[in-house]
């Protein structure tokens, strides 16, 4: 399946996941459970997964799915209840499908896959903040609603509402990350490539440091097969079913080369990864996301200049805007890309020793590029997206603002509203902000649901 070309990248992954792996790299599956046990730096791991046999055990395309949700929950702010609001339009999107009837049934499918798949992890879990291996038992997604055509199938209006497993939530907040370039994943042909990918972006990184990322990686071709949940473990059979993805990988740059040694059943891989191919520290990654920073130019500014001399322009900035030398112009990522750009522009923060009052005034005597304006309000926000773009924008919000409070069947109807332009998102956000701070919710759902009633 090609690229959407609409696609927006994922930029953060988490390690769990992606180590323990725990979709099956092949395209189309038939059991409906799998178990493996091994040794682990001294530790056993036993991991589980039972799935309904109508849907089989997460597979292939499910692979874009974990890995769009991932990226929808990291670029809502990381929710401490990890749930999450979207059309099946823009879910289509961030997972580098079309937008046709019969992705919209695989988008079905695999979220319904991954809610009802119970994963069991005994002694591989990692609790990064606290330094220790845990047991896990979750369901991906803990719990789905969704609205659907009158054949029970999803549509253009599907508005989708879920939650993240609690350990899942955890682990992403506690920082258990590491980058992944989603816009090259989705890139690639097949959805095996894809979770294998996936899964030696994994293998790379060190759980004890995420500092440190391996340029090879060499394990025994049975033991591979097995992390990869590929069923039949004829070493033969495992040669041919990772043949395909090992050469595209190899051709699009990220492996410089495969080498399998030995015979039989002791048949080792030895993967060499390429160094050109950009990685980038997660903590600096997310960083700069905040900022609105893309990621391929985050990894462009990186590579050419380091992370610590980008941490330091990231904190030069934050101060400038903290002490009301510079209000942004236009957007936090043009700012702060014009500091890094032309640093010798922009004041120094004082040394500790100096009065912080007198910062402003000193720093206002250097030159300064960018006009100070205030930020933009909703209004002007919403002004510049398309009107897709902005309907989209305002049922994620208000389903953020109004998290238990909003049904999916609402939001269908609402965002309905803003595609025909019988409501503006903009005014509704507006609305329902103002009603969350004078703590009157219940008044504004009310009078929303009015509006749509008599509006029908």
Request: proline fraction near 5%; charge should be neutral; charged fraction near 25%.
């Amino acid at each position: 399946m090609p690229l959407n070309e609409k696609t927006a990248a994922t930029q953060i992954d988490e390690l769990n996941l992606s180590q323990l792996n725990l979709i099956s790299a092949v395209d189309k599956a038939e059991n409906s459970e799998w178990e493996v046990s091994y040794e682990h730096g001294g530790r056993v791991v036993q991991i589980r997964c039972e799935a309904l046999p109508k849907y089989s055990v997460p597979h292939g395309l499910d692979n874009d799915v974990s890995a769009a949700l991932i990226n929808l929950f990291m670029d809502s702010g990381m929710p401490e209840d990890g749930r999450f609001t979207i059309s099946a339009t823009a879910l289509l999107r961030l997972c580098g499908w079309h937008n046709t009837g019969h992705y919209h049934a695989t988008l079905k499918t695999s979220l319904e896959r991954l809610h009802t798949s119970s994963y069991t992890v005994s002694g591989g879990w990692r609790d990064h903040p606290r330094g220790r291996w845990t047991h896990a038992k979750f369901h991906f997604i803990e719990s789905l609603q969704f609205t659907t055509a009158g054949s029970g199938q999803f549509d253009e209006r599907t508005v989708i509402k879920g939650r993240l497993a609690d350990a899942l939530i955890e682990s992403l907040r506690g920082g258990y990350v590491k980058p992944l370039d989603s816009e090259f994943m989705l890139s690639l042909s097949r959805p095996r490539t894809r979770v294998l990918y996936r899964i030696l972006d994994g293998a790379r990184y060190d759980p004890e440091n995420l500092e440190q990322y391996r340029d090879q990686y060499e394990v025994g071709l049975l033991a591979w097969a097995e992390q990869c949940r590929i069923p039949n473990s004829v070493p033969g059979n495992v040669r041919r079913a990772l043949s395909g993805p090992h050469e595209e990988l190899v051709e699009r740059g990220y492996l410089r080369s495969v080498t399998i040694s030995g015979r039989g059943k002791q048949q080792r891989i030895r993967y060499e990864f390429n160094e050109n191919f950009i990685q980038v520290n997660p903590a600096l990654l997310q960083r700069l996301q905040g900022y609105g920073i893309a990621d391929g130019v985050a990894r462009r500014l990186s590579n050419e200049l380091g992370s610590a001399a980008l941490h330091a322009h990231m904190d030069r900035f934050d101060w400038l805007v903290r002490t009301g030398v510079l209000v942004v112009k236009k957007s936090r990522a043009a700012a702060l890309m014009h500091l890094i750009q032309h640093p010798d522009e922009y004041p120094y923060p004082l040394q500790a020793s100096e009065k912080a009052e007198k910062a402003p005034a000193k720093a206002k005597a250097a030159r300064n590029p960018e006009p100070l304006l205030e930020p933009p309000s909703v209004a002007q926000e919403f002004a510049k997206l398309s009107v897709e773009e902005a309907a989209e924008r305002g049922i994620s919000r208000l389903g953020f603002h109004f998290r238990q409070d909003l049904s999916p069947l609402l939001l269908d109807q609402l965002r309905q509203a803003f595609l025909d332009g019988r409501l503006s998102p903009a005014a509704v956000l507006e609305d329902a902000m103002a009603a969350v701070a004078r703590m009157k919710k219940a008044e504004f759902l009310e009078a929303l649901r009015e509006k749509l009633e008599l509006r029908h």
